[in-house]
DNA sequence: ATTACTGCAAAGTTTTTGCAGAGGT
DNA sequence: ACCTCTGCAAAAACTTTGCAGTAAT
């Protein structure tokens, strides 16, 4: 689970990309902390701990590239901000589902294989061949219900 | 449906705001496109053909405006673009279902139920009370699929 | 008459790009 | 040695803000 650092590097070899310390900090960064959603100015700023020389330039980069190759995932919660979190290493449950406290931001993940069956279902009725979903449900968290008591 | 100028006057006036003819014309544009997800620039476009000498700043108020009252809703699709779209006239019909062609970017909508369970389901698990949801499908449509033929 | 709204231009944010030098293969 | 990657700075793209004039109530 996390960072695998031995399989990236092959990962990286294979296409004939360059294995630097700049891309390895970056997923190590996103491993770090698997269950946040972290922007582009947070994972500079994690990064910058290790190699304080780097340029956000660099950082927006990597990002995609690592989008690119499927090792992390975009996610939009409509604040304002790109975000991205580590990807499953089970790439069987392509599954990121959200619950997003429209009070104070916190976000939980969730799974669900509920959605396997929708999909065909629409696949069925629309034509469409479905690839991948993404839920995001929206609501107040526990300790937000209570605050407001 | 789509663009009802009355209930619209209504609202605004009731909010002690102005009924001016951007807004009227901004709100228009949006439901004379029900299927389609405008982006800013592009609801820009829609307008100057009536209204020509209007600038982008009171594009980008109105939108926020239109969606502080419900009227339209934000859509995200991961293409770079924040896009707007005219909200349900029935508000009991709280989801946007959105079914992505990863290929041409063509978006069609769908309406499913199946979602209210499963809300239900994750706020006894969570402690969350769940109000929204939002689902994206990711695939290639039908006219994609034989083009690659 | 009063107060909110608009258009313009400037500024703020976030992200991308060009290029010369550094670093991995 | 080769060619990709990086850091820097500049530019691009998108959105917000301040302000003086305009329009709605």
């Known amino acids: 689970m996390g960072y695998n650092e031995e399989s990236f590097i092959k990962i990286l070899k294979s296409k004939g990309l360059k294995v630097t310390n700049q891309r390895k900090t970056v997923l190590k960064a996103l491993s770090s902390k698997p269950d946040q959603h972290l922007t582009a100015e947070e994972i500079y700023e994690l990064v910058r701990v290790d190699i304080p020389e780097i340029g956000i330039a660099t950082i927006y980069r990597t990002i995609?590239?690592?989008?690119?190759?499927?090792?992390?995932?975009?996610?939009?919660?409509?604040?304002?901000?790109?975000?991205?979190?580590?990807?499953?290493?089970?790439?069987?449950?392509?599954?990121?589902?959200?619950?997003?406290?429209?009070?104070?931001?916190?976000?939980?993940?969730?799974?669900?294989?509920?959605?396997?069956?929708?999909?065909?279902?629409?696949?069925?009725?629309?034509?469409?061949?479905?690839?991948?979903?993404?839920?995001?449900?929206?609501?107040?968290?526990?300790?937000?219900?209570?605050?407001?008591?």
Chains 1, 2 share one sequence.
Do not use: A, P, S, W
């Not at 599954?95 to 976000?107: E, F, Q, S, W």
């Not at 929708?118 to 993404?134: A, P, R």
């Open 64 to 149: 995609q590239l690592l989008c690119e190759l499927g090792l992390i995932d975009k996610l939009n919660l409509d604040d304002g901000y790109v975000r991205y979190e580590i990807g499953k290493e089970d790439k069987n449950e392509h599954h990121h589902h959200h619950l997003i406290c429209v009070n104070c931001g916190k976000v939980l993940k969730f799974d669900d294989d509920l959605l396997d069956e929708l999909e065909k279902q629409v696949g069925k009725t629309t034509g469409f061949i479905v690839h991948d979903h993404e839920l995001k449900m929206y609501g107040y968290c526990r300790d937000c219900q209570n605050n407001r008591k």
